[in-house]
């Protein structure tokens, strides 16, 4: 289980999540107030192999990773 503190902006990672298989997100406000929550879910981008001239890569939604590759020489 993942707790996330109240008034925050925290990316949770789940790993691995299963194809077919379902999942309960639960969100359990901690007062009797009101709010509004944003939620994304997203795959891991594959950005290709580091380089020591730079590598770039781009990410569309908050809290999405980038994965690089390393050859260790």
Known sequence: MTSVVQNT?????????TPGTAYTLLLEPQSAGSGAVTLWLSSPVTA???SASGTVG???????????????G
């Open 9 to 17: 902006t925290q990316a949770i990672h789940l790993h691995p999540v």
């Open 48 to 50: 290709g192999a580091l």
């Open 58 to 72: 781009t990410i569309s939604r908050p809290g999405q990773q980038l994965e690089y590759t390393l050859s260790a």
